[in-house]
Nanobody, 128 residues
Framework: QVQVVESGGGLVQAGDSLRLSCAAS????????MGWFRQPPGKEREFVAA?????????FYANSVMGRFTISRDDAKNTVYLQMNSLKREDTAVYYC????????????????????WGQGTQVSVSS
């Protein structure tokens, strides 16, 4: 089973950029679909972005981040990234990395399956 640990969160101003990293353990990282979710203050956890297994040929984004956020993976480093540009106050949330053996990345459906592995989260705060 893969385990994941997020890093890179912090406090930034609106319009700034930030890159989150998610380091995974285990030798089978490339077989996992990887994704990012976030939980804004007082709200439910929501899907942000997902990338398919094995070099990430398919990617899916939530409408709220499309064009601003970029998900990528480096299987040689067992790491997935979330580059966040043009940050807005409404992007303030705890960001979670997830790893799933499911294959449906549309809407993050793969991560609602039993067996999905979650990180502890990293806080991103955007001030105006």
């Amino acid at each position: 089973q893969v385990q994941v640990v997020e890093s890179g969160g912090g406090l930034v101003q609106a319009g700034d950029s930030l890159r989150l990293s998610c380091a995974a353990s285990g030798r089978t990282f490339s077989y996992y679909t990887m994704g990012w979710f976030r939980q804004p203050p007082g709200k439910e956890r929501e899907f942000v972005a997902a990338i398919s297994w094995s070099e990430g040929s398919s990617i899916f984004y939530a409408n709220s981040v499309m064009g601003r956020f970029t998900i990528s993976r480096d299987d040689a480093k067992n790491t997935v990234y979330l580059q966040m540009n043009s940050l807005k106050r409404e992007d303030t949330a705890v960001y979670y990395c997830a790893a799933s053996q499911g294959r449906d990345i549309v809407g993050g459906d793969a991560f609602y399956q039993e067996g999905t592995r979650w990180g502890q989260g990293t806080q991103v705060s955007v001030s105006s």
